[in-house]
């Protein structure tokens, strides 16, 4: 079998271009499920904060305990999934980007004192989309998507809402993460 | 030049196979949806590189329905890096 450059120029971008694309799908495919759980874990906790504000804190602790845990489960379901080694990195590399990001969550707290409940309510969702927009810079469009579309819901509300802003952090910002989850997934 | 990779639809099996880490499998479906294939066509590539060595196929049941899992050899591996290193090399000549 003999080929031609031109040929062998066009097989060459095909196979980029096939392996790029794949690399990418893929790890939107493996990111979906981070999304599909702390999505869920805003429809829950916003919800309870806007309701029932007693409860807050006992709320918010529980879920972040619950979703954490879940984390590291899914994290290491994905071990599972390639060797040991390729694996080892990448739980290493979510649990970094976690714990930097409980991190920053503190000290910006620490510094700032958002001065009422809601600045405090919209900084979790700024923070969250600047780390998606982050990750879209180097992994693929729909983390920027993601990430950016999170950043304007949590202004639009911040800004127009006079009540029930909880609410909106919960099923539009909450529910968007779950939307972007599902669509991380398909092809 | 390795003919049974060159082929289009099996070039493209390949590189997308050799883009997941190593022990990484992938859905058939899946494959089939990212190379917008058909059952049929698909299933056929796949079993001529299965043939060749070049990939393996896993067939299992998940809550009892089937489910087809494929992933890239070393020897598919190998045998894609030196294809692609001859289509380098006629494009260099």
Same mark, same amino acid.
């Given at each position: 079998? $003999? &080929?031609?450059?031109?040929?062998?120029?066009?097989?060459?971008?095909?196979?980029?271009?096939?392996? $790029?694309?794949?690399?990418?799908?893929?790890?939107?495919?493996?990111?979906?499920?981070?999304?599909? !759980?702390?999505?869920?874990?805003?429809?829950?906790?916003?919800?309870?904060?806007? !309701?029932?504000?007693?409860?807050?804190?006992?709320?918010?602790?529980? !879920?972040?305990?619950?979703?954490?845990?879940?984390?590291?489960?899914?994290?290491?379901?994905?071990?599972?999934?390639?060797?040991?080694?390729?694996?080892?990195?990448?739980?290493?590399?979510?649990?970094? !980007? $976690?714990?930097?990001?409980?991190?920053?969550?503190?000290?910006?707290?620490?510094?700032?004192?958002?001065?009422?409940?809601?600045?405090?309510?919209?900084?979790?969702?700024?923070?969250?989309?600047?780390?998606?927009?982050?990750?879209?810079?180097?992994?693929? $469009?729909?983390?920027?998507?993601?990430?950016?579309?999170?950043?304007?819901?949590?202004?639009?509300?911040?800004?127009?809402?006079?009540?029930?802003?909880?609410?909106?952090?919960?099923?539009?910002?909450?529910?968007? &993460?779950?939307?972007?989850?599902?669509?991380?997934?398909?092809? | 030049?390795?003919?049974?990779?060159?082929?289009?639809?099996?070039?493209?099996?390949?590189?997308?196979?050799?883009?997941?880490? %190593? =022990?990484?499998?992938?859905?058939?479906?899946?494959?089939?949806?990212?190379? @917008?294939?058909?059952? =049929?066509?698909? =299933?056929?590539?796949?079993?001529?590189?299965? *043939? @060749? =060595?070049?990939?393996?196929?896993?067939?299992?049941?998940?809550?009892? *329905? %089937?489910?087809?899992?494929?992933?890239?050899?070393?020897?598919?591996?190998? @045998?894609?890096?030196?294809?692609? @290193?001859?289509? *380098?090399?006629?494009?260099?000549?």
């Amino acid at each position: 079998m $003999t &080929l031609t450059p031109s040929e062998a120029a066009a097989a060459l971008a095909t196979i980029e271009a096939t392996e $790029t694309r794949a690399k990418q799908l893929n790890a939107y495919r493996k990111g979906s499920p981070f999304l599909l !759980l702390w999505g869920a874990i805003w429809v829950v906790g916003f919800s309870v904060e806007d !309701l029932a504000p007693q409860m807050t804190h006992t709320a918010w602790l529980t !879920l972040d305990l619950i979703g954490g845990i879940a984390t590291l489960a899914l994290v290491a379901l994905g071990r599972q999934r390639v060797n040991e080694r390729i694996g080892n990195r990448a739980a290493q590399k979510v649990l970094a !980007l $976690t714990a930097i990001s409980i991190l920053f969550s503190f000290a910006t707290f620490m510094l700032l004192r958002p001065r009422n409940p809601l600045a405090g309510m919209a900084f979790a969702g700024l923070e969250l989309g600047m780390i998606y927009s982050t990750i879209g810079v180097f992994v693929g $469009t729909r983390w920027m998507i993601t990430g950016l579309g999170l950043l304007t819901l949590t202004f639009a509300g911040y800004f127009s809402l006079t009540a029930h802003y909880g609410l909106w952090m919960a099923f539009v910002c909450g529910g968007g &993460l779950i939307l972007a989850g599902l669509w991380l997934r398909r092809v | 030049m390795d003919e049974i990779i060159h082929q289009s639809l099996r070039l493209r099996i390949m590189a997308t196979l050799n883009a997941l880490k %190593p =022990g990484e499998m992938l859905d058939f479906t899946r494959l089939r949806d990212m190379l @917008a294939a058909t059952d =049929g066509n698909l =299933g056929a590539h796949l079993t001529t590189l299965e *043939k @060749a =060595g070049y990939i393996a196929v896993d067939k299992s049941f998940e809550a009892r *329905k %089937p489910r087809t899992q494929t992933m890239i050899t070393e020897q598919g591996r190998r @045998a894609f890096a030196a294809h692609v @290193a001859e289509l *380098k090399a006629l494009l260099a000549s």
